[in-house]
Nanobody, 120 residues
């Protein structure tokens, strides 16, 4: 059983920055694609950014050039650096781990979420 624990959310003014962190409790971290998703009330959860074990990344168009996802495979950590934040970035942000291997012992995991509020 893998646990994901997010931290780093909070209240920030428009134009400000925040860094989210996600700690992964499993021992074989590199085989997981790590992603950050966000959700606002009444809307579906959407992909913000994801990163593979080899460092390959992809981003939602709405955050390209402002957000950066990274990972530290040795420390089993995933980060989301968010710059130039806008009010529309306000959401609960979730960390997700998707295994790249198949088998009954491999599962998708979600963190509990961390609130990011962008407001003056």
């Amino acid at each position: 059983q893998v646990q994901l624990v997010e931290s780093g959310g909070g209240l920030v003014q428009p134009g400000g920055s925040l860094r989210l962190s996600c700690a992964h409790s499993g021992s074989i971290f590199r085989v997981y694609i790590m992603g950050w998703y966000r959700q606002t009330p009444g809307k579906m959860r959407e992909l913000v950014a994801q990163i593979k074990g080899d460092g390959t990344t992809n981003y939602a168009d709405s955050v390209k050039g402002r957000f950066t996802i990274s990972r530290d495979n040795a420390e089993r950590m995933t980060y989301l650096q968010m710059n130039s934040l806008k009010a529309e970035d306000t959401a609960v942000y979730y960390c997700k781990a998707t295994p790249t291997v198949q088998g009954s012992s491999w599962h998708i995991y979600w963190g509990q979420g961390t609130q990011v509020t962008v407001s003056s």
